[in-house]
């Protein structure tokens, strides 16, 4: 099997996707960055977390900002912590002393099969790309949760990860290095409900009790930012290929970012069609990216729920 990194910032359905990680995989490390809240309360829940789920895995810090432009939070959904609802015990654990990006470099260059699960603003991969170009050879691959291949959640046409940091988002992007992406038009459309939240707060162990608390409030956010009565787990989806194969279906197509439009900054431009070339008449550009098109929505939400109540 692979080995793995989780590029984090939990983070409601980071949490899930962490723990759920965590059950189905061997984790070879996980890094924090800025973005559902800044960079020291993503690093603290990540310890709180792993300590509480009894995991021994090292956190190394990373960005607390992105590579240009202004520092975005998700505080308007996930609360002040970037975990809200959950009170947690402070982890015991502590960061290692390397950033997150040097952690990704010393990890591509000592592994031969890496996969970095990035579920947060792109920027610890782009600065460990910038620093040590080589690693881009080394990784086997990135599956990111970020994008769409349609609306987007912060602007009409941009997703939150991407969004926070284009500039770093395009880094990955055209890279070289095998994409995964699921975006928005798979991870929006099915969740965690409200009966399935109760279920994990009548739990009698901490975590999933703490865990519910938290989708509580989540769920509140959600339905009254977007109306909706599920609690999307965008995160858990760049999980699943490696746990559930069959759970969700791709489509290898050209993938841009754009980071220089005014109105569609941070929009993934998803050539479903294969129409992109350089000048119109030379062949359509590579297919840099495995985009998820259909899911299976409601087994990946149970999975996720058994996953987090397995948790005593
Ligand atoms: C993404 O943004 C964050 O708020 C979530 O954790 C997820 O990674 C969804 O747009
Ligand atoms: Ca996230």
Do not use: W
Request: charged content about 15%.
């Amino acid at each position: 099997m692979s080995h793995f990194i989780l590029d984090c910032d939990p983070g409601h359905d980071d949490a899930v996707a962490m723990l759920f990680a965590a059950k189905h995989l061997s984790l070879s490390g996980i890094t924090t960055v800025f973005g559902n809240t800044n960079v020291d309360n993503t690093t603290k829940n990540a310890l709180a977390l792993i300590d509480a789920a009894g995991i021994e895995v090292p956190v190394a810090q990373g960005a607390a900002g992105p590579l240009s432009g202004t520092l975005e939070s998700g505080e308007s959904v996930h609360g002040k912590s970037g975990l809200d609802g959950a009170n947690l015990p402070q982890g015991h654990q502590q960061s290692v002393t390397e950033s997150g990006a040097e952690f990704l470099i010393s990890a591509a260059r000592k592994e031969s099969d890496l996969v970095i699960i990035a579920i947060a603003p792109l920027t610890n991969l782009a600065l460990a790309l910038k620093q040590a170009p080589d690693i881009a050879q080394k990784i086997q691959e990135i599956s990111i949760m970020g994008g769409s291949t349609g609306v987007g959640n912060v602007t009409p046409v941009a997703e939150f990860n991407i969004f926070a940091d284009p500039e770093a988002a395009a880094i990955v992007f055209s890279s070289g290095i095998p994409i995964r992406m699921a975006g928005l038009n798979i991870t929006s459309k099915f969740g965690i409900n409200a009966s399935q939240v109760a279920a994990l707060r009548a739990s009698s162990a901490l975590l999933p009790r703490e865990i519910g608390g938290a989708l509580d409030y989540y769920l509140t956010r959600q339905h009254s930012i977007y109306g909706r009565t599920h609690a999307p787990i965008h995160d858990v989806c760049a999980v699943i290929p490696y746990t559930h194969p069959d759970l969700i279906q791709y489509e290898s197509m050209h993938v841009e970012v754009e980071y220089q439009g005014d109105i569609t900054r941070g929009q993934t431009v998803c050539d479903q069609r294969g129409i992109m070339s350089d000048d119109g008449l030379s062949p359509p550009k590579f297919k840099n990216a495995r985009v998820a098109i259909s899911a299976r929505g409601e087994t990946i939400s149970n999975l996720a729920i058994e996953s987090l109540l397995s948790y005593t």
